[in-house]
């Protein structure tokens, strides 16, 4: 078949790449020349596991192209998928302008039917706004073309996008129309084998679809961080804990890690925008403002334990901090719980220490060259000489570490961990204090209860 697909940010280009791969012929199309012509050498312009091999590969097989033509890509095919970027406003809203400047040029340019598949995550009501910018330039245009729009949301993850997008636990294509899922099915036959994964609903259900999935996968993620705190202060262990709650399999053990809080572009984006929607609609989410806020106290967390560790005086020190990523695996920081524990530090008059496997061009990006930010070339050399360890970002590396090391080359033998990657008992044979996320027990021996920061936060 072929597939014109618009915008090649992470969602875009995985399934155009995915796509081509079993076979399709793929036109991606991106305004951003700077980017297509990355993409025509090779270079892939964000780091994901196995897409470069995979966008070279049908590259060089005449699978896969890019273009900035957009008309061109209206033209190429009969099922266009619109997969640009919704970035939040103000307000917390989705902006939309993306998406309506494709449906505007698929308007202008359409030249026989069209099937218009929405991909990006947009607030329910989209699809419709869709349809009619395409019919009102049809129409401005004097001409008559039929075409359908539909909602097929993605849920793939960063890090391991392939595998979401090539192994996935479910397909939603949104459409009343009976030849619009069928084509759609033909177009993902090589990826619903086994058993169907395919599940068929009405456009408006297909996109809150999306949001209800993110928005459930936050829940846990703060509920956990809530109980984390809360084990905290009563002197229990939330690891414990959360492996005594996950073999309900009503529970489960997925998305139940308490940490440092939630980043992306996804989960802190669409909780807000649901949010909004439903406020937009004469209803008051409360639970998706709560998990918001919840999150947002969470990035705080390292930074208060940093404060409790020196007695809150963190002037003119020097932090190592492990992992810039909001996840492994990743070199994006868009609303990662480092930023946040960072700027604080900064604030506090703190110089940062960081290393990051792969976000180290992503923090200049962020933060240029900040005099008080210096970014390492390897985990230990950030660490050697600093006053405190803190890790914001689980990546495998960090996993092992000689803790008799740490306690040599640390000034203060202080480590915060907002991943929860060791065992306090063995981080505390060292002679090292161990600040973990929710484990209560390690806060005690540390000697500092968790009362006075309780008290504090009150305050
Ligand atoms: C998410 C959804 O998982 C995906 O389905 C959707 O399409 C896009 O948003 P992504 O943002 O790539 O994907 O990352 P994910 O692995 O879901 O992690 C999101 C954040 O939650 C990370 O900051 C991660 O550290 C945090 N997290 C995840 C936890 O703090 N605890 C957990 O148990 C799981």
């Not at 966008?55 to 896969?64: F, Q």
Request: proline residues 4%.
């Amino acid at each position: 078949m072929k597939l014109s697909i618009f915008g090649t940010g992470y969602v875009g280009l995985v399934t155009g790449a995915c796509f081509a791969d079993v076979g399709h012929e793929v036109l991606c199309i991106d305004v951003d020349a700077g980017r297509i012509a990355m993409l025509k050498e090779g270079r892939v312009p964000i780091f994901e596991p196995g897409l470069r091999e995979m966008v070279v590969r049908n590259a060089e097989a005449g699978r896969l192209k890019f273009s900035t033509d957009a008309p061109a890509g209206v033209r190429f095919a009969d099922l266009i998928f619109i997969a640009v970027g919704t970035p939040p406003q103000h307000n917390g809203s989705a902006d939309l302008s993306h998406v309506l400047t494709v449906a505007e040029t698929i308007g202008e340019h359409i030249d026989g039917y069209k099937i218009v598949v929405g991909k990006s995550t947009v607030p329910v009501g989209t699809a419709d706004r869709v349809e009619a910018v395409i019919a009102a330039a049809i129409a401005r245009r004097g001409a008559t073309h039929a075409f359908d729009v539909c909602s097929n949301p993605e849920f793939l993850k960063e890090g391991s996008a392939i595998e979401d997008f090539t192994k996935p636990a479910r397909i939603i294509i949104g459409s009343e129309k009976e030849a619009v899922r069928k084509k759609l099915q033909e177009c993902y036959a090589p990826y619903n084998r086994n058993h169907d994964k395919l599940i068929s609903m009405d456009v408006r259900s297909a996109e809150l679809t999306k949001y209800a999935a993110n928005a459930m996968l936050a829940t846990k993620i703060s509920f956990m961080n809530e109980m984390a705190n809360i084990a905290e202060r009563l002197g229990a262990d939330i690891e414990e804990v959360r492996q005594g709650i996950g073999s309900d399999p009503r529970i489960g053990y997925q998305f139940i890690y308490p940490g440092c809080g939630y980043g992306g572009s996804c989960f802190p984006k669409d909780v807000r925008a649901l949010a909004h929607t439903a406020e937009e609609a004469g209803f008051r989410a409360e639970l998706m403002e709560a998990v918001e806020r919840v999150n947002n106290a969470q990035k705080g967390v390292l930074f208060r334990k940093l404060e409790q560790a020196f007695d809150g005086d963190l002037k003119d020190r020097t932090i190592a901090l492990w992992g810039l990523a909001f996840k492994p695996n990743t070199d994006d920081m868009r609303d990662a719980p480092s930023r946040t524990l960072m700027e604080a530090l900064w604030e506090a008059g703190a110089s940062v220490r960081a290393f990051d496997p792969e976000a180290v061009t992503e923090a200049r990006r962020h933060y240029g060259e900040r005099l008080d930010l210096s970014l390492a070339s390897g985990h230990l050399e950030a660490a050697a000489g600093a006053d405190a360890l803190v890790i914001c970002t689980e990546w495998k590396q960090f996993r092992v570490v000689d803790f008799a090391w740490l306690k040599a080359n640390l000034k203060s033998p202080v480590i915060v961990d907002g991943r929860n990657l060791y065992e306090p008992e063995d981080v505390r044979r060292h002679g090292l204090l161990y600040y973990a996320v929710g484990r209560g027990d390690s806060v005690r021996r540390n000697g500092a209860m968790a009362e006075p920061e309780a008290r504090r936060e009150v305050a």
